[in-house]
């Protein structure tokens, strides 16, 4: 069965443009030119990974609250922000608000379906790790590869997709430092050096809110980050 791709941007010929090299790939894809349509129909039956712009008709921020109302249906879903707005501000704000990616739109078509394509890597790697992995439990942190849940001193951490592959690949091994190109490999990250801080910050963030005294997630300063414990 085709994964399914919800696109959600207002200028129609863009849109046709990403839909069709989409629908290219072997992707099923629902285009949306608002926020909404797209809202109503997710909904009824979320998509396996939404592409959204940031300004969506006369909203300039309409991309920002579609992705927090998508976030509060799914914690897991993908999301990829798709913007012709470049500022290092517009790019960390996607992030926090709960992004997987963020990409330009004078980026290349090919650069785009890599980063969905890494997306779903992300999800069939996860999946295919459960018959040998299904939980991870490093003291008070547990994790569930099934469902994609984190729970820390059994209190849930909302994470996405890519916050729970950043747990998952500095807790698999406690004490050993990944750097920041090694945290992208494993994620399938196709970013930079800024963004993966920008993850690591808010999965930080996520985890303090539960816990206040929580500092699992050590930086190891010129070198990377480990999880201690």
């Known amino acids: 069965m085709p994964r399914r791709i919800a696109l959600v941007e207002d200028e129609p010929a863009i849109r046709a443009n990403y839909a ?43 991309g920002f609250a579609l992705c927090r109302e998508l976030r509060a249906l799914s914690a897991q879903l993908p999301i990829v922000f798709l913007s012709a707005r470049d500022s290092d501000f517009d790019v960390v704000s996607g992030l926090r608000i709960g992004a997987d990616d963020y990409v330009t739109k004078d980026a290349s078509l090919p650069q785009l379906l890599a980063r969905v394509g890494a997306l779903f890597r992300r999800v069939e790697a996860l999946q295919e790790a459960q018959p040998v992995e299904e939980r991870v439990v490093r003291g008070q942190l547990e994790l569930d590869l099934k469902r994609f849940s984190a729970h820390w001193q059994g209190s849930r951490v909302d994470l996405t997709l890519t916050e729970f592959w950043v747990v998952h690949s500095l807790a698999r091994h406690p004490g050993h430092v990944k750097n920041r190109d090694q945290l992208m490999r494993d994620a399938e990250l196709v970013v930079d050096d800024a963004t993966v801080t920008s993850h690591v910050k808010r999965v930080r963030s996520k985890f303090v809110a539960v816990d206040p005294a929580f500092d699992s997630i050590e930086t190891v300063y010129g070198m990377g980050y480990r999880w201690k414990g």
Do not use: K
């Open 20 to 62: 069709e090299a989409l629908r290219r790939q072997g992707y099923e894809v629902s285009a949306y030119d608002g926020r909404r349509g797209a809202l109503e129909a997710f909904r009824v039956r979320l998509p396996d990974l939404a592409i959204i712009d940031i300004g969506l008709g006369e909203d300039p921020e309409g």
